[in-house]
């Protein structure tokens, strides 16, 4: 199994990426996995290192999913020197901060830019990977979505609604892919560069989880891992937020 983690090197990503590499197959290899960067090479590159530095196996692949070409590219990089794509972990993404009621600064050339960063690019991966996908034993997407969906509070309209699209296409390709299996996680509040800043107001929202503590990167990597090794779910949300939405 070769998993391919967009936005790989930061944040939830790199939670993902080193849980996926850990991850052992009944022969008790691990997997291999391609840590997906656009800005962040150094990032990108430590999490290669940590991974490896554990046994793993993992490379660092530049490329920005929001252009269907390039995103061809990577995943026939990663085919090369990895090996055919059986997990692809959707969580490249991006947000503008602005109020919700400011309604005129929420312009149709933030909707743009925000669907194709949160959802088109999910598109692109999943079509250049999917032959990969739909080959192997049990092919697996897993796209990181938002609990900002289900309360439509989150940073911005512009980002809920292309969350909400990313859903719609979590489900139709778990028609399209098929026998390959897509879900996605949602998760609440997690204290990453996300919220640089404005650390203080994310602690003061986080606090509202009824479970009484914060939701960790690694709280959201657990859940990945529980979609990927767990064959009989697709076409499912998982919100992982401590119950900061219920
Ligand atoms: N933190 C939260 O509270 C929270 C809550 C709900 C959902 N999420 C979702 O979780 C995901 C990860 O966010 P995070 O909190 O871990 O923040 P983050 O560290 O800023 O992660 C965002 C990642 O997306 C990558 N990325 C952005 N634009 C890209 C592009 N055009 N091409 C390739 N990669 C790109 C970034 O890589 P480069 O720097 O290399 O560009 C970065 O690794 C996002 O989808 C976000 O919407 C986060």
Not at 13 to 25: D, H, I, Q, Y
Not at 41 to 67: C, K, L, P
Not at 115 to 130: D, G, K, M, V
């Amino acid at each position: 199994m070769t998993a391919v983690v967009t936005g790989g090197g930061t944040g939830i990503g790199r939670a993902v990426s080193e849980a996926l590499a850990g991850l052992r197959g009944p022969d008790g290899a691990g997997h291999p996995v391609a840590v997906v960067y656009s800005r962040s090479a150094d990032d990108a590159a430590a999490t290669v290192a940590a991974i490896r530095a554990a046994g793993g196996t993992a490379e660092a692949f530049r490329a920005d999913v929001t252009d269907d070409e390039a995103v061809r590219g990577l995943m026939a990089a990663v085919r090369d020197r990895l090996g055919p794509v059986s997990v692809l972990v959707n969580n490249a993404g991006g947000t503008e901060h602005i109020p919700l009621d400011d309604l005129e600064a929420e312009d149709d050339e933030v909707f743009e830019r925000l669907f194709r960063l949160n959802t088109l690019s999910a598109w692109h991966c999943a079509r250049a990977a999917a032959a990969d996908l739909r080959a192997a034993d049990d092919g697996c997407v897993v796209n990181v979505g938002s609990a900002s969906v289900s309360s439509g509070r989150g940073s911005s309209v512009p980002y809920v609604v292309s969350k909400a699209a990313l859903s719609g296409l979590t489900r139709s390709l778990a028609n399209a892919l098929a026998p390959a299996r897509v879900n996605e996680v949602w998760p609440g509040l997690v204290l990453t560069r996300w919220w640089a800043g404005k650390e203080e107001q994310g602690r003061a929202l986080a606090a509202n989880a009824i479970v009484g503590r914060e939701t960790t990167v690694d709280d959201v990597a657990a859940a990945v891992v529980g979609l990927v090794t767990s064959r009989a779910i697709t076409g499912q949300t998982i919100t992982i937020d401590g119950g900061q939405t219920l």
